[in-house]
């Protein structure tokens, strides 16, 4: 199964409190979705033919995350993330912030059941609820 992975919001905290820290289990949930999936940054920090998720995250994850984020593999998309799934192949899309005309292209390829939206806000511990 293909994983399409956000960054802020999900892997890195947006909250005021915590702003700018690695959520609570996420080197565990980069281990596990890395070991078992072809995972995908689908995120801010890859569009438009840039790539800078290793310099953000480096800053942000402890060292031993590196190793699982080298392995997730970038890819480009221009307005909307929605343009770089690939609707043909089983997917989860894991994110906090989507946009309308990112679910309506779910709704048109009947997918919405596709996308797990992240609210940490409301669940810190909800990469460990992925887990299980």
Same mark, same amino acid.
């Given at each position: 199964?293909?994983?399409?992975?956000?960054?802020?919001? @999900?892997?890195?905290?947006?909250?005021?409190?915590?702003?700018?820290?690695? @959520?609570?289990? @996420?080197?565990?949930?980069?281990?596990?979705?890395?070991?078992?999936?072809?995972?995908?940054?689908?995120?801010?920090?890859?569009?438009?033919?840039?790539?800078?998720? /290793?310099?953000?995250?480096?800053?942000?994850?402890?060292?031993?995350?590196?190793?699982?984020?080298?392995?997730?593999?970038?890819?480009?998309? /221009?307005?909307?993330?929605?343009?770089?799934?690939?609707?043909?192949?089983?997917?989860?899309?894991?994110?906090?912030? @989507?946009?309308?005309?990112?679910?309506?292209?779910?709704?048109?390829?009947?997918?919405?059941? /596709?996308?797990? /939206?992240?609210?940490?806000?409301?669940?810190?511990?909800?990469?460990?609820?992925?887990?299980?």
């Amino acid at each position: 199964m293909n994983i399409y992975l956000d960054i802020d919001g @999900v892997l890195i905290s947006d909250a005021i409190e915590s702003y700018g820290q690695p @959520v609570a289990h @996420v080197l565990d949930f980069l281990k596990f979705i890395t070991a078992r999936h072809n995972c995908y940054w689908l995120t801010t920090h890859c569009m438009n033919g840039e790539n800078h998720v /290793k310099e953000f995250l480096q800053k942000k994850l402890p060292p031993e995350a590196m190793t699982h984020v080298s392995l997730i593999k970038p890819l480009d998309w /221009k307005e909307w993330k929605t343009e770089a799934i690939d609707f043909s192949k089983d997917f989860r899309w894991i994110d906090d912030d @989507v946009y309308e005309p990112e679910l309506e292209a779910l709704r048109n390829h009947n997918c919405e059941d /596709k996308l797990i /939206k992240i609210n940490l806000r409301e669940n810190p511990q909800q990469l460990k609820d992925i887990l299980r």
